[in-house]
């Protein structure tokens, strides 16, 4: 089970972006792995508020790490 997000729609952007680089980096020189990420950009996605735009960044994300 998933649990709730650490983030709130004030820092939601912040996060995604550090997302994106750190997504984008350990993909290349894996230091976290993949499950970790995939498990943080899930709880991203469970914070209460998130815009259509933000919810595309996450999905963009989900889909590098699963290969799609």
């Not at 650490?6 to 997504?23: F, G, M």
């Not at 350990?26 to 815009?51: E, N, S």
Request: proline letters at 4%.
């Amino acid at each position: 089970m998933e649990s709730a997000s650490p983030y709130t729609i004030k820092n939601l952007d912040a996060a995604i972006a550090h997302l994106e680089q750190v997504v984008r980096f350990d993909c290349t020189m894996p230091v976290f792995g993949q499950g970790y990420w995939h498990a943080r950009v899930r709880q991203a996605c469970l914070t209460p508020g998130i815009t259509h735009a933000q919810l595309r960044r996450l999905q963009r994300l989900l889909a590098i790490l699963t290969g799609s």
